[in-house]
């Protein structure tokens, strides 16, 4: 089978094919149409190779259509295969890398999504781009307001408008306001079309319902895990995600496990989930402080937070779409919380414990 290499970029895509560890054919064209020749559905199998990246997945469906063996490339791995070795770095050098590490093997693979999963994350893409501009249209009227000396109540971003049509200000300040109030009114029933389509994506997904019934998870919070995570039984074990999710501290250790230095988590992976995520643990966090108050009064932390979060996305999450019931999750999230909170809250119960020990 041939070894073939595809550096895709904006403008050009680089085709480079090797054999016996020589290069024996280079292109340079505009389109993935231009390579009918080489890689269309008469041409010989290849193994092709392309780097992860915006169009990846349409042109790995595209070449297993057209017949051939598609390898996308984990690129946050790829400097191990040669690409950008010595200083050097161009479209024609990557794609010639890719060609001869396709043919030597060991190429560092990343994760193809279903299609319907990529449905699923397209349509959170689009309803996460209108509510943060809605909530930032929010943001900047209120904010021309108190510049202007006027101080609307507190409410949520869907009673906004209703908040600020009942509020008495002057005609001109209105006015200044009055575009961004247009698209505000356009964009709340967008919106609330993206949750439909969204929902009606979901209900093809057991999963997703299956998670909605953990603590503190909604539908954009299940959707975002299920996109992201696809299939759970590819990471061998709980801390394999966590560091895919990029929940997992940095470390910074030499000389052995005493030395160990540990730091702020690494932020890897798709940072969309991760705040869902994370808000989704204070959610929880916080129905926990409404029912059992801390000795001291302390709001849980930041890194309460995260590490509830990084309970919730094995114990309640994966193998919730594997096996348990919602009820098991839901139990498995107490268990944790019950952990955390000494360590969240500072309990005086845990600190008189602890003097007693000592």
Wanted: proline fraction near 4%; glycine fraction near 8%.
């Amino acid at each position: 089978m041939r070894s073939v290499a595809l550096d895709l970029g904006v403008h050009e895509i680089s085709f480079c094919e090797v054999a016996g560890g020589a290069v024996v054919l280079r292109r340079t064209v505009r389109s993935l149409d231009s390579l009918q020749e080489l890689l269309g559905p008469s041409s010989s199998p290849a193994r092709v190779a392309i780097e992860a990246c915006r169009e990846a997945w349409a042109v790995h469906d595209k070449l297993r259509d057209w017949g051939h063996d598609v390898l996308v490339v984990d690129t946050t791995r790829a400097r191990q295969l040669g690409i950008g070795q010595h200083g050097r770095k161009n479209d024609r050098l990557d794609a010639e890398a890719l060609a001869r590490a396709v043919e030597r093997g060991g190429v560092p693979l990343a994760h193809v999504l279903s299609p319907h999963r990529r449905a699923i994350r397209h349509q959170l893409a689009v309803r996460r781009a209108l509510v943060e501009t809605r909530a930032q249209y929010v943001t900047t009227v209120r904010g021309i307001l108190r510049a202007c000396g006027h101080k609307l109540a507190r409410c949520t971003t869907e009673g906004f408008l209703t908040v600020l049509s009942a509020a008495a200000l002057p005609a001109e300040t209105r006015q200044l306001v009055g575009p961004l109030v247009t698209a505000l009114e356009m964009l709340t029933p967008q919106i609330a079309l993206a949750d439909a389509a969204l929902e009606q994506l979901c209900t093809h997904e057991p999963v997703i319902v299956r998670l909605t019934t953990a603590p503190g998870v909604g539908l954009v919070v299940a959707a975002a895990f299920v996109s992201v995570v696809d299939e759970a039984k590819r990471f061998h074990h709980a801390h394999q995600l966590a560091s895919y999710l990029g929940l997992v501290p940095l470390e910074d250790t030499s000389g052995g496990r005493g030395k160990q230095r540990l730091g702020s988590i690494t932020k890897q992976g798709n940072g969309y989930l991760r705040a869902l995520l994370t808000q989704a643990a204070h959610t929880i966090l916080r129905q926990r402080a409404a029912t059992t108050r801390c000795a001291d009064g302390q709001r849980p932390s930041t890194s309460a937070g995260v590490a509830t979060s990084r309970s919730w996305r094995w114990r309640g999450g994966c193998r919730g779409c594997c096996g348990p019931c919602g009820a098991t999750a839901r139990s498995t999230m107490r268990r944790a919380q019950r952990s955390l909170r000494p360590r969240a809250c500072g309990c005086k119960h845990s600190l008189s414990s602890s003097r007693r020990k000592a």
